[in-house]
């Protein structure tokens, strides 16, 4: 069974190159919007690396249920995808608006990405155990 300590190894492996790939605007070059993107990424794999095992507390060793189901991986999946478009719309009004400063709504929603990311994750490793993860429970 994972521990703790490898689902935050794994998130911050995962943090820099899932950033630079889904969320990262290469057209920005504001220091400060890189910054605080950055940031809201790392809080959200962060909060998303541990959060099943927050839901499912591994107490015992069949502790994973509906939260470590691959039905709730599709779950997280959409809920990610979302976030990410969200993410692109706000941006995009944001330049149409001619504002520079990124706005929190897209700084909500990185966050969101990252915790999807992670949570994904989180679940991946977990598969990989002897016990596996339950399809719906
Ligand atoms: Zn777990």
Redesign the pocket.
Same mark, same amino acid.
């Given at each position: 069974?994972?521990r703790r300590k490898t *689902?935050k190894q794994r998130s911050a492996l995962i943090t820099l190159p899932g950033h630079s790939l889904l969320i990262n605007d290469k057209e920005d070059n504001n220091l400060q919007n890189k910054i605080l993107e950055l940031l809201s990424t790392i809080t959200g794999t962060t909060v998303g690396s541990t959060l099943? @095992?927050k839901f499912?507390p591994?107490f015992h060793p069949n *502790?994973?249920s509906f939260f *470590?189901s691959s039905v709730f991986g599709l779950i997280v999946i959409r809920f990610g995808l979302d976030a990410l478009q969200n993410l692109k719309q706000y941006r995009d009004m944001r330049k149409v608006s001619g504002i520079e400063q990124v706005s929190l709504q897209e700084l909500l929603n990185i966050f969101l990405v990252g915790v999807s990311v992670a949570y994904l994750d *989180?679940?991946i490793? @977990?598969g990989f155990t002897p016990n596996g993860l339950p399809l719906f429970q």
């Open positions: 069974m994972p *689902h099943p @095992d499912e591994a *502790h994973r *470590h *989180h679940l490793v @977990d």
